[in-house]
T-cell receptor, first 111, second 114 residues
Framework: QKEVEQDPGPLSVPEGAIVSLNCTYSNSAFQYFMWYRQYSRKGPELLMYTYSSGNKEDGRFTAQVDKSSKYISLFIRDSQPSDSATYLCAMRGSKGNQFYFGTGTSLTVIP | SAVISQKPSRDICQRGTSLTIQCQVDSQVTMMFWYRQQPGQSLTLIATANQGSEATYESGFVIDKFPISRPNLTFSTLTVSNMSPEDSSIYLC???????????FGSGTQLSVL
């Protein structure tokens, strides 16, 4: 079983839609959760960071962590064509421990 | 956030040659890492670049194939040696910042080996 599972998509939505991206994980020791956005031919860009459980909102983006279900989500409201990218989830246990990544979900927002 | 400059951004190389990738961070960081990213797969950690000592390699990666330097707290290089087509991939430099909680990435090097 992989440490982190992420649906690779591809996901295609119309502009203005609400997008939900998800990852599941198996290690209950994970405490730090991140979402990255990666445009084609670019490196991953840190989008959202959450410690432990709960929600975090930043503009059109909301990250949720449900540690009881070992499930994290990224919501994008009012999606824009510029949101078209691959989204990677990442997590780790304690500081100094290895980061674990999902395989990424490819998102296309159609104007 | 840490700004990481990585170069070259892409290269096409012949089998049997070597390529050195450079990574510069805009602030001093303790931990720097090198990852490989292949289509449809999650990021694979190659090694941790340790300042002032030998890099720590993950299973399946060896120093002779992927020598790494880390002369100071802001700079590291990764060399891909004696390349074969199987080495074609995206190579990413990364660094921990902000108290070691967050991981930031360079723009990546797209390597194609013919």
């Amino acid at each position: 079983q992989k440490e982190v599972e992420q649906d690779p998509g591809p996901l295609s939505v119309p502009e203005g839609a609400i997008v939900s991206l998800n990852c599941t994980y198996s290690n209950s020791a994970f405490q730090y959760f991140m979402w990255y956005r990666q445009y084609s031919r670019k490196g991953p860009e840190l989008l959202m960071y959450t410690y432990s459980s709960g929600n975090k909102e930043d503009g059109r983006f909301t990250a949720q962590v449900d540690k009881s279900s070992k499930y994290i989500s990224l919501f994008i409201r009012d999606s824009q064509p510029s949101d078209s990218a691959t989204y990677l989830c990442a997590m780790r246990g304690s500081k100094g421990n290895q980061f674990y990544f999902g395989t990424g979900t490819s998102l296309t927002v159609i104007p | 956030s840490a700004v990481i400059s990585q170069k070259p951004s892409r290269d096409i190389c012949q089998r049997g040659t070597s390529l050195t990738i450079q990574c510069q961070v805009d602030s001093q960081v303790t931990m720097m890492f090198w990852y490989r990213q292949q289509p449809g797969q999650s990021l694979t950690l190659i090694a941790t670049a340790n300042q002032g000592s030998e890099a720590t390699y993950e299973s399946g990666f060896v120093i002779d194939k992927f020598p790494i330097s880390r002369p100071n707290l802001t700079f590291s290089t990764l060399t891909v040696s004696n390349m074969s087509p199987e080495d074609s991939s995206i190579y990413l430099c990364s660094a921990e910042a902000q108290g070691g909680e967050k991981l930031f990435f360079g723009s990546g090097t797209q390597l194609s080996v013919l």
